[in-house]
């Protein structure tokens, strides 16, 4: 039963173009989400968060949506880099209800950029 | 170091086998997380500690599973008997605070039992 899913298991987007990451979540109670972004063999690092209030976030060529009726998030990054090229994961957690215990993941994205 | 840390890298763990995974966080950083990432899949929780109090652990998949952080610093990882479905890498992670967006992660150990 997996909370959070994302669909795609990668993506594959020209340098320049526009890439967007799509996550849905099934959990209602979840009312903070982030985007990690991460290397072979490394640990995801924190790209960029939105809270249930919002439904935008902006982070220099980094947007993430948010539309909670749909309990869905998509992360926009404009213009595509090939440094972009990575696993992105989502990740939601109750936050409200009590403080950072856990994020639920989903399964990651890969992100090819192509030169 | 500046970042988290985290030891052995790689360990490769004959079945039944006990290990020990540690994690040193970034310093002064007062809660720590740690996370099983199996391949193909996203991390999942394990537990957390707030200092050296460990506020949840209810992520950890058995009894065999077992986390400690008795100095408020560094944290150990025990799995004792392991078996073959342990294998993945652990992720630990730290935090100043309980803000998510300031949670760092480790690079991970990668476990292989066989």
């Known amino acids: 039963d997996q909370q959070v899913k994302q669909n795609s298991p990668s993506l594959s987007v020209q340098e320049g173009r526009i890439s967007i990451l799509n996550c849905d979540y099934t959990?209602?109670?979840?009312?903070?989400f982030l985007w990690y972004k991460k290397y072979p063999a490394e640990g995801p690092t924190f790209l960029i968060s939105?809270?249930?209030?919002?439904d935008k976030n902006e982070d220099g060529r980094f947007t993430v949506f948010l539309n909670k009726s749909a309990k869905h998030l998509s992360l926009h990054i404009v213009p595509s880099q090939p440094g972009d090229s990575a696993v992105y994961f989502c990740?939601?957690?109750?936050?409200?209800?009590?403080?950072?215990?856990?994020?639920?993941f989903g399964k990651g994205t890969h992100l090819i950029i192509q030169p | 170091g500046a970042g988290v840390s985290q030891s052995p890298r790689y360990k490769v763990a004959k079945r039944g086998q006990d290990v020990a995974l540690r994690c040193d966080p970034i310093?002064?950083?007062?809660?720590l997380f740690w996370y099983q990432q199996a391949l193909g899949q996203g991390p999942e929780f394990l537990t957390y500690f707030q200092n050296e109090a460990q506020l949840d652990k209810s992520g950890l998949p058995s009894d065999r599973f077992f986390a400690e952080r008795p100095e408020g610093s560094v944290s150990t990882l025990k799995i004792q008997r392991t078996q073959q479905e342990d294998s993945a890498v652990y992720l630990c992670a730290s935090s100043p605070d309980r803000e998510l967006n300031t949670i760092y992660f480790g690079e991970g150990s990668w476990l292989t039992v066989v």
């Open positions: 310093s002064g950083h007062v809660s």
């Open positions: 990740a939601a957690t109750a936050y409200s209800g009590g403080g950072a215990d856990g994020l639920t």
């Open positions: 959990n209602s109670m979840f009312d903070y």
């Open positions: 939105i809270s249930s209030i919002k």
